[in-house]
């Protein structure tokens, strides 16, 4: 299944990859910032106004992973800055090594 590959904000499920985000609108860029807690810190462009942020943070995390908008969808905190995330179609240890990869460079 994971192969030793763990992570504190990355469950595998049945139904796919559940990611807590923290989420940090209204920032001067798109960007993978880090680890705060147990959640992945994304900022993003987009206010936080009828669900530009949720649509765009969806969005944004298929382009890091290479998947398409679809396979990622918002399971909760549809008004909240802390979101869980859905990635269907792409393995546990492929999300956590990407992602793992890209917070290294930052």
Not at 49 to 55: L, S, T
Request: proline share 3%.
């Amino acid at each position: 299944m994971n192969d030793g590959v763990k992570s504190q904000w990355a469950v595998e499920r049945s139904s796919g990859v559940v990611l807590a985000i923290m989420v940090q609108p209204r920032a001067s860029n798109n960007r993978l910032c880090g680890v705060q807690g147990d959640e992945l810190k994304v900022r993003l462009t987009s206010p936080p106004v009828d669900g530009a942020a949720n649509k765009l943070c969806g969005q944004f995390l298929a382009k890091l992973l290479g998947c398409s908008k679809s396979q990622v969808s918002l399971l909760s905190g549809h008004k909240s800055r802390h979101k869980r995330l859905l990635v269907t179609g792409v393995a546990y240890q492929q999300v956590v090594q990407v992602l793992e990869g890209l917070l290294t460079k930052t």
